[in-house]
């Protein structure tokens, strides 16, 4: 599986952008999918993901109410609707996908396929 990330830039707080990760390759539809982020000086930390069979997503505490994750099966795409963004959102973000425990969902480590990563900078 290849993941290709795009849709970051600069952005005042307060405001929104989306990012897509396009994916390649069969069976993307059997992958857990999630988004992290590493914002300079710091670890990679999670955003959010989706199991393959669950269509709820569910996202880090911070984010819970202003990023919403989704994913379309049928077009090999993983979304991230970031609304009312704040200068502490300023990171690179990254998609992933792969097929981790239950346990290791929030884990970096559990994915196995990661995109470039597009840089989202919140500030006025």
């Known amino acids: 599986v290849q993941l290709q990330a795009s849709g970051g830039g600069l952005v005042q707080p307060g405001g929104s952008l989306r990012l897509s990760c396009a994916a390649s390759g069969r069976a993307f539809s059997s992958y857990t999918v999630a988004w992290f982020r590493q914002a300079p000086g710091k670890e990679r930390g999670f955003v959010a993901a989706?199991?393959?069979?669950?269509?709820?997503?569910f996202h880090e505490d911070s984010v819970k109410g202003r990023f919403t994750m989704s994913r379309d099966n049928a077009k090999n795409t993983v979304s991230l609707q970031m609304d009312d963004l704040k200068p502490e959102d300023t990171a690179v973000y990254f998609c992933?996908?792969?097929?981790?425990?239950?346990?290791?969902?929030?884990?970096?480590?559990?994915?196995?396929?990661w995109g470039q990563g597009t840089q989202v900078t919140v500030s006025s």
């Open positions: 989706m199991k393959s069979y669950n269509s709820n997503p």
């Open positions: 992933a996908a792969g097929r981790p425990i239950t346990s290791m969902l929030r884990a970096s480590s559990g994915y196995l396929y």
